[in-house]
């Protein structure tokens, strides 16, 4: 769960979201409907949101394991990607349509048979990676994290 802080509203335009916003509705009418137990509502309101990303998750896993089970696993390349998901209770806000931090960022994976990440360049060529046993790696022995800022615009052909 994120880090909840006490006053965490107090270097917020509060009066101004209250007025355009459903993130601090849609969150004191949650702490309400817990009798006011912040910690109880906030921790059942982020394991259904952690439920649905773990939905989400093992789907695509079920995508790529189909993928990998045909011939076009040598040949297609995969682009996930994502909006940036909600504030789950920072700020006393619930939702979206903020340019916090948590808000800023949203997940791009790309999955490219015959591409390896490199430590000097983003992506390098190799041929397909092979595991401890010498057999050709899965889909998710493949994924490596890039730390090179992106803009889904350089999705665009």
Same mark, same amino acid.
């Given at each position: ?25 849609? *969150? ?16 059942? *309101? ?46 006393? *806000? ?64």
């Amino acid at each position: 769960p994120p880090s909840l802080l006490d006053n965490d509203v107090n270097d917020t335009m509060r009066q101004t979201l209250e007025k355009v916003g459903v993130g601090p509705r849609m *969150y004191s009418d949650l702490i309400r409907s817990f009798g006011g137990f912040k910690r109880a509502a906030l921790r059942r *309101y982020i394991q259904a949101y952690l439920a649905s990303v773990t939905a989400a998750d093992e789907l695509v896993g079920q995508v790529l394991d189909a993928l990998d089970q045909t011939r076009f696993s040598e040949n297609t390349i995969v682009v996930f990607t994502s909006d940036h998901g909600y504030q789950v209770g920072q700020k006393d *806000y619930l939702g979206k349509n903020l340019l916090w931090q948590a808000t800023t960022r949203v997940p791009l994976l790309l999955l490219v048979p015959g591409m390896t990440m490199d430590s000097n360049n983003m992506f390098a060529t190799d041929d397909r990676t092979a595991n401890k046993e010498g057999s050709a790696s899965s889909s998710s022995s493949r994924l490596r994290t890039c730390d090179h800022p992106v803009s889904l615009v350089d999705l665009y052909p």
